[in-house]
């Protein structure tokens, strides 16, 4: 058990450009989360995925971002035309169906930084 | 929606007690979490508590009153490596799905 994987772990573009980021949760959870988290905040709720369907967005998950699951094991998180304001940790984190979202097990997390 | 209180910081003498305290208000209250997050790491589960009482985990203990829509988390025994933000967070019935967490308490640790 490695535990949950994301890469890459930092990125830096420039604004208008597509990002993608990628998580590998631990291989027995079935339930996959996304959040992001700002400098001095905790994290924020983006979606949430059991095994490939995703379940649940947040509000602030705009049109410009999209989340897959496509095999239920790996995600991906893409952010296209990136504003300065995406600019944050987005964090993954992964839970067995049992424990709900009560225990996470969180990635280190992917630091974008858009100039 | 949700909303949590806990201090922005404590800062207390290696060896001390110290307790973080949160405050929710939200509908549908589920259980509430903490997790311990250093600087540039990842957030890191500690405790839950979905009943009312304390928690206890090696040196660190959650409690709860879902009465006063309050929790706690207590660290004994302080060490240096304990210097981290700690994160109450809550789930809400009807949307297990995700936690709602607060903005964090900076914990800093004095020898």
């Known amino acids: 058990d490695t535990g949950v994987s994301q890469n890459p772990r930092h990125k830096i573009t420039k604004r208008g450009q597509n990002v993608t980021f990628r998580c590998d949760p631990i291989s027995e959870h079935n339930r996959l989360y996304w959040y992001r988290q700002t400098l001095g905040q905790g994290p924020e709720f983006l979606t949430y995925f059991q095994n490939e369907a995703q379940l649940e967005k947040s509000r602030l998950l705009s049109d410009r971002f999209s989340a897959e699951r496509p095999k239920g094991s790996f995600s991906t998180l893409e952010i296209q035309r990136t504003e300065q304001g995406d600019s944050a940790m987005y964090l993954c984190a992964s839970s067995p169906t049992e424990s709900g979202a009560n225990v996470l097990t969180f990635g280190a997390g992917s630091r974008l930084t858009v100039l | 929606g949700q909303s949590l209180e806990q201090p922005s910081e404590v800062t207390a003498v290696e060896g001390a007690i110290v307790q973080i305290n949160c405050t929710y208000q939200?509908?549908?209250?589920?259980?509430l979490s903490w997790y311990q997050q250093h600087d540039g790491g990842a957030p890191t589960f500690l405790s839950y508590?979905?009943?009312?009482g304390l928690e206890e985990t090696g040196r660190f203990s959650s409690f709860l009153s879902r009465s006063d829509s309050y929790g706690y988390l207590l660290l004994q025994e302080l060490q240096m490596k304990d210097s981290a933000s700690y994160f109450c967070a809550v789930t809400v019935s009807g949307s297990a799905r995700q936690l709602t967490f607060g903005s964090g308490t900076q914990l800093t640790v004095l020898p």
């Open positions: 939200t509908s549908g209250f589920y259980g």
């Open positions: 508590n979905a009943l009312d």
